[in-house]
């Protein structure tokens, strides 16, 4: 599958209020696996994907306002000067693990008031449930 990558960390201004927190509570990821954010509609929470070109793993975990509607995936790099590195980027995607829509749903659902996470669920509502 191919998509369209950007990269974001964790010290960008509409990030920092966040710190290094992803969606789901945790922390976000880098090392052998790393964090990635989309729209959950697409590619659920605990969605597993390898870059081909790279050979980079990432586990979605995190929504950005942004995404809601796209097929972007945002890639959490650790900082500024990896993701300025990054860039934007058209790349080929293998999905190795699908997250699950319904414990997505369960997340996103009570944060519906956001009008980027109600786009998401409207969707999943429609689409899955």
């Given at each position: 599958?191919?998509?369209?990558?950007?990269?974001?960390t964790h010290t960008e201004s509409d990030h920092?209020?966040?710190?290094?927190?992803?969606?789901?509570?945790?922390?976000?990821?880098?090392?052998?696996?790393?964090?990635?954010?989309?729209?959950?509609?697409?590619?659920?929470?605990?969605?597993?994907?390898?870059?081909?070109?790279?050979?980079?793993?990432?586990?979605?975990?995190?929504?950005?306002?942004?995404?809601?509607?796209?097929?972007?995936?945002?890639?959490?790099?650790?900082?500024?000067?990896?993701?300025?590195?990054?860039?934007?980027?058209?790349?080929?995607?293998?999905?190795?693990?699908?997250?699950?829509?319904?414990?997505?749903?369960?997340?996103?659902?009570p944060r519906e008031k956001f009008r980027?996470?109600?786009?998401?669920?409207?969707?999943?509502?429609?689409?899955?449930?």
């Amino acid at each position: 599958m191919k998509l369209r990558t950007t990269a974001y960390t964790h010290t960008e201004s509409d990030h920092a209020r966040y710190g290094a927190r992803n969606a789901l509570g945790g922390s976000l990821k880098s090392g052998a696996i790393n964090s990635a954010a989309a729209d959950w509609s697409r590619f659920p929470a605990g969605t597993v994907f390898r870059i081909v070109a790279t050979g980079e793993i990432y586990e979605v975990d995190d929504i950005g306002w942004m995404l809601a509607g796209t097929n972007t995936v945002d890639l959490y790099k650790p900082t500024r000067r990896d993701m300025n590195a990054w860039g934007v980027r058209r790349v080929t995607i293998e999905i190795l693990q699908w997250g699950d829509i319904k414990a997505s749903y369960r997340v996103l659902k009570p944060r519906e008031k956001f009008r980027h996470v109600k786009r998401m669920v409207r969707q999943m509502e429609d689409r899955y449930l």
